[in-house]
Structures are given as structure tokens and as C-alpha cells.
């Protein structure tokens, strides 16, 4: 168990319609990230942010947002959803103190499927 | 571009026997991180291994160990005394820096692993 969660474990829905995807980050952890895995393009990262702010975006489609609350939570909000979306979404936290050994732990991701 | 390279979809290994599981990567940066990760087949990523491009010792956590050769941009995972619960997908990855100083992981494509009997 990394410390990382997320919720839901699945998750069902049709074209068109908009999700939200919840991570809380290790205790301590001020650093989430995002990231989507899928099929044909593997793991790509989305968004990062520390502590409240957004401090790095990835390969992350306009439809697609994201916000860390005071308490460190994050949500991913995917909207207009496609076939395409459908994959297996992670969250991952970190301290980030920019130490070289500053690690990303991952939680259980939550899978998407859009049908 | 940085990225890393994994050439090697799939390995099967022995019960018992070692395997390497090959990863090179590309970057320019002159610092940056390696880090090897476990996904078993329910889906979650489980962090194995860390090495600085700085280290001198080739980092070892446990039976997994890591064979750095910084010249060769080579970061290769070594599984000592493979087990049945071994039997996963293996993703190498390097931390790089973003704009605005940030950073991020870049993974490869992954090698499956399957133990046998």
C-alpha cells in the first residue's frame, strides 16, 4: 500500500458525459500528479500540482482539468468524454523537496471505461 | 528529447534463476533520476528501485538491483532469485524537469515478465 488513494476503483459512462476522479496523496506529500495509461500511447503525464498550484502540464486535452484543494486532495475532472478517454488513470504524490531522490508513489489508478 | 527505450515486450525466467530487464534512456540534463516500477495485473504501480545519475554505487533494494552504466545510458534492472509473484510488467522511467522548474516521470513501453515453474 503506497498511502495513495483513489476513488472509484472503476468507472462506467457513455459519450459525452463528465467524471471526476479523486486522489489524496500521502500524508506529507505536497506534490500530486496525474496520469493516464492507455493502450496505444502507454503512461503520459498530465498535470502536476504542489501544494495548491498548478506548477506543471503534460500531454492533457482541454476537455480534461484538475485542482488541489487546501486539505492536498486532487480531482480530475474529464468532461465531453470519448471512446479515446477510456484507460486507466493514476494519481501519484510526492514530497517534492528537489532532492534527487525525491520519489512519485503511485495509487491503485482508477479505471475508466467510456462506452 | 528525453526519453527511455525498453526493448524487451516480453522475458520469461525460471523460478529461482535471476533475470535483467534492459532500459536505456536519452537525456541532456546532467541531473536526473531512474526509477524502476511494478504493475502486477490488478493494475496498480508499485515503486522497486531509485538511482541518481550522481551515484556512485549501483543502488539495491532487496533481490532487485540495479546495473547503471552512466556512459551507455543504460539503467538495467536485475530480479535476483525470480519469484511466481515476479510476474508482472516493469516500467523504467527517468525523472526530467518541466518548465517553471517542475518535473515529471517519462516512462518506457514496459517488459513483461513471466515466471515460470
Known amino acids: 500500500d503506497s498511502g495513495v488513494t483513489q476513488t472509484p476503483k472503476h468507472l462506467i459512462t457513455a459519450t459525452g458525459q463528465r467524471v471526476t476522479l479523486r486522489c489524496s496523496p500521502r500524508?506529507?506529500?505536497?506534490?500530486v500528479y496525474w496520469y493516464q495509461q492507455s493502450l496505444d500511447q502507454g503512461l503520459q503525464f498530465l498535470i502536476q500540482?504542489?501544494?495548491?498550484?498548478?506548477?506543471a502540464k503534460g500531454n492533457i486535452l482541454e476537455r480534461f482539468s484538475a485542482q488541489q484543494f487546501p486539505d492536498l486532495h486532487s480531482e480530475l475532472n474529464l468532461s465531453s468524454l470519448e471512446l479515446g478517454d477510456s484507460a486507466l488513470y493514476f494519481c501519484?504524490?510526492?514530497?517534492?523537496?528537489?532532492?534527487?531522490?525525491?520519489?512519485?508513489?503511485f495509487g491503485p489508478g482508477t479505471r475508466l471505461t467510456v462506452l | 528529447a528525453q526519453k527511455i527505450t525498453q526493448t524487451q515486450p516480453g522475458m520469461f525466467v525460471q523460478e529461482k534463476e535471476a533475470v535483467t530487464l534492459d532500459c536505456t534512456y536519452d537525456?541532456?540534463?546532467?541531473?536526473?533520476?531512474l526509477f524502476w516500477y511494478k504493475q502486477p495485473s490488478s493494475g496498480e504501480m508499485i515503486f522497486l528501485i531509485y538511482?541518481?545519475?550522481?551515484?556512485?554505487q549501483n543502488a539495491t533494494e532487496g533481490r532487485y538491483s540495479l546495473n547503471f552504466q552512466k556512459a551507455r545510458k543504460s539503467a538495467n534492472l536485475v530480479i535476483s532469485a525470480s519469484q511466481l509473484g515476479d510476474s508482472a510488467m516493469y516500467f523504467c522511467?527517468?525523472?526530467?524537469?518541466?518548465?517553471?522548474?517542475?518535473?515529471?516521470?517519462?516512462f518506457g513501453k514496459g517488459t513483461k515478465l513471466t515466471v515460470n515453474p
Open positions: 522511467a527517468m525523472r526530467v524537469l518541466t518548465q517553471g522548474g517542475s518535473e515529471k516521470l517519462v
Open positions: 501519484a504524490s510526492s514530497v517534492q523537496r528537489f532532492l534527487d531522490t525525491d520519489t512519485q508513489y
Open positions: 538511482q541518481g545519475s550522481y551515484d556512485q
Open positions: 500540482y504542489y501544494n495548491g498550484e498548478e506548477r
Open positions: 537525456t541532456s540534463d546532467p541531473s536526473y533520476g
Open positions: 500524508s506529507g506529500d505536497l506534490s
